[in-house]
């Protein structure tokens, strides 16, 4: 079956052919995917791709990783949804408080958006309080609460947030001000990462501010940990920036690929996480919790965090030459492990939408509006074939300007 009758096929019994975030994003991208092994892809017609995109971030070791795969046979040979959880839910749970700085308990779901969801439920119930603060632009997840698109949401589910400017701590103070004693929580990312601008890290000073601002007020510094935990850090993403969050919210890359999601939390949130009543038919499920506690010995063992920044920045070094040898003006931004390629004066995209498409064709698999993912898996040969396919799609937009 090609990727063309797919296509058409789901037209008729799935809205709009396909939805959210695997829509495929552009023109020439496939639609339906085959396999993947390591750091390549297959297309339901035998393409094969050096994926940069990692499932949009889930797989953080490389696809099918050996020893996260053969823990989820042993486990899947035992039971997976079962009427209770297994022991490994008590694992893992150990695993995350050991691992991650802040943690002093874990809960688990399935996806981001139910993580991100906990944490503004635990924070609201710990502190009686309705108000959040979260970054204009950010993204969260897709519940009415947060989801970019207003098809389908009232003003009702938006009613409590508050809404500040990332790295502008001036912005977060007026905010907090205007919500007074009715904050809950503020919700951040570990560094602005929305989809289609510049990414842009940290200033320490603002994290600094935030932690301060929940301090003063007795609310909850919520970090949204989904996209960047365990990329970047092997703990939460802003141990490093020395800021501990009160409660963190955990999808993507923790089980390889798998689906689960985590809330972490400090003991002084421990009675609203008791308290709330937060449940899913699958987010006990065993399997995704075995493949967490196996993802997360490999990323130690091979020390995967260090090999993908230095592999993001070879990736880095390589691009930016060659967008200076194409006398093209760009964009890097954010980590080497998770970048993004803006050209200048490319507000529509356009020329990012050429770029990525010659990319496809010369066999790398990466996104004109969504950050990039570095893979553990990633080779020399992987890099290098990235890095010819990256070079031919410089050309045709240098090719595609002067037309
Ligand atoms: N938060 C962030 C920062 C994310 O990147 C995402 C997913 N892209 C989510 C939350 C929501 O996660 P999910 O799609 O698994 O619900």
Same mark, same amino acid.
């Given at each position: 079956?090609?990727?063309? @009758?797919?296509?058409? #096929?789901?037209?008729?019994?799935?809205?709009?052919?396909?939805?959210?975030?695997?829509?495929?994003?552009?023109?020439?991208?496939?639609?339906?995917?085959?396999?993947?092994?390591?750091?390549?892809?297959?297309?339901?017609?035998?393409?094969?791709?050096?994926?940069?995109?990692?499932?949009?971030?889930?797989?953080?070791?490389?696809?099918?990783?050996?020893?996260?795969?053969?823990?989820?046979?042993?486990?899947?040979?035992?039971?997976?949804?079962?009427?209770?959880?297994? =022991?490994?839910?008590?694992?893992?749970? @150990?695993?995350?408080?050991?691992?991650?700085?802040?943690?002093?308990?874990?809960?688990?779901?399935?996806?981001?958006?139910?993580?991100?969801?906990?944490?503004?439920?635990?924070?609201?119930?710990?502190?009686?309080?309705?108000?959040?603060?979260?970054?204009?632009?950010?993204?969260?997840?897709?519940?009415?609460?947060?989801?970019?698109?207003?098809?389908?949401?009232?003003? @009702?589910?938006?009613?409590?947030?508050?809404?500040?400017? *990332?790295?502008?701590?001036?912005?977060?103070? @007026?905010?907090?001000?205007?919500?007074?004693?009715?904050?809950?929580?503020?919700? %951040?990312?570990?560094?602005?990462?929305?989809?289609? *601008?510049?990414?842009?890290? %940290?200033?320490?000073?603002?994290? #600094?501010?935030?932690?301060?601002?929940? /301090?003063?007020?007795?609310?909850?510094?919520?970090?949204?940990?989904?996209?960047?935990? *365990?990329?970047?850090?092997?703990?939460?993403?802003?141990?490093?920036?020395?800021?501990?969050?009160?409660?963190?919210?955990?999808?993507?890359?923790?089980?390889?690929?798998?689906?689960?999601?985590?809330?972490?939390?400090?003991?002084?949130?421990?009675?609203?996480?008791?308290?709330?009543?937060?449940?899913?038919?699958?987010?006990?499920?065993?399997?995704?919790?075995?493949?967490?506690?196996?993802?997360?010995?490999?990323?130690?063992?091979?020390?995967?965090? =260090?090999?993908?920044? #230095?592999?993001?920045?070879?990736?880095?070094?390589?691009?930016?030459?060659?967008?200076?040898?194409?006398?093209?003006?760009?964009?890097?931004?954010?980590?080497?492990?998770?970048?993004?390629?803006?050209?200048?004066?490319?507000?529509?995209?356009?020329?990012?939408?050429?770029?990525?498409?010659?990319?496809? #064709?010369?066999?790398?698999?990466?996104?004109?509006?969504?950050?990039?993912? %570095?893979?553990?898996?990633?080779?020399?040969? /992987?890099?290098?074939?990235?890095?010819?396919?990256? /070079?031919?799609?410089?050309?045709?937009?240098?090719?595609?300007?002067? /037309?």
């Amino acid at each position: 079956m090609t990727d063309q @009758e797919l296509r058409e #096929r789901a037209r008729a019994v799935i809205p709009g052919g396909m939805y959210g975030h695997q829509a495929a994003p552009g023109a020439g991208y496939p639609q339906f995917m085959r396999a993947g092994r390591g750091a390549r892809v297959w297309d339901v017609d035998g393409n094969e791709y050096v994926d940069l995109m990692c499932s949009y971030g889930p797989v953080v070791l490389g696809h099918r990783h050996p020893a996260v795969e053969a823990a989820v046979a042993e486990q899947a040979r035992l039971g997976d949804c079962q009427n209770g959880p297994g =022991p490994v839910v008590v694992d893992l749970a @150990e695993l995350l408080v050991r691992t991650v700085r802040h943690a002093d308990w874990a809960m688990f779901a399935k996806n981001g958006t139910d993580a991100t969801t906990m944490c503004c439920t635990i924070a609201r119930a710990q502190t009686g309080r309705n108000k959040i603060l979260v970054a204009r632009g950010a993204y969260h997840g897709s519940a009415p609460w947060c989801t970019p698109r207003p098809a389908g949401v009232t003003p @009702e589910d938006r009613a409590n947030l508050g809404y500040y400017t *990332f790295n502008d701590l001036a912005t977060a103070q @007026e905010a907090a001000a205007l919500a007074g004693h009715d904050l809950a929580a503020i919700l %951040v990312s570990p560094f602005k990462h929305d989809a289609g *601008f510049d990414q842009e890290l %940290v200033d320490p000073a603002f994290a #600094r501010g935030l932690r301060a601002l929940c /301090d003063a007020a007795g609310a909850a510094l919520i970090l949204d940990d989904v996209r960047c935990g *365990f990329r970047l850090h092997l703990g939460s993403s802003w141990e490093p920036v020395g800021i501990d969050p009160d409660l963190s919210a955990w999808s993507k890359a923790i089980a390889n690929g798998h689906p689960l999601a985590a809330v972490l939390g400090n003991d002084a949130f421990r009675d609203g996480a008791q308290r709330v009543f937060v449940t899913g038919s699958f987010w006990f499920s065993a399997v995704p919790m075995a493949a967490a506690v196996a993802t997360i010995g490999a990323l130690r063992d091979e020390q995967a965090i =260090p090999a993908m920044h #230095r592999t993001g920045i070879q990736l880095r070094d390589g691009i930016l030459a060659q967008a200076r040898s194409w006398d093209l003006a760009v964009t890097y931004t954010g980590p080497p492990a998770m970048p993004y390629l803006t050209f200048a004066g490319d507000q529509d995209h356009e020329l990012a939408a050429v770029f990525t498409a010659q990319a496809l #064709r010369g066999g790398a698999y990466l996104h004109p509006r969504h950050n990039w993912f %570095v893979s553990a898996a990633m080779t020399g040969d /992987d890099l290098a074939l990235l890095l010819t396919a990256t /070079d031919q799609a410089f050309a045709a937009v240098r090719k595609h300007r002067s /037309d």
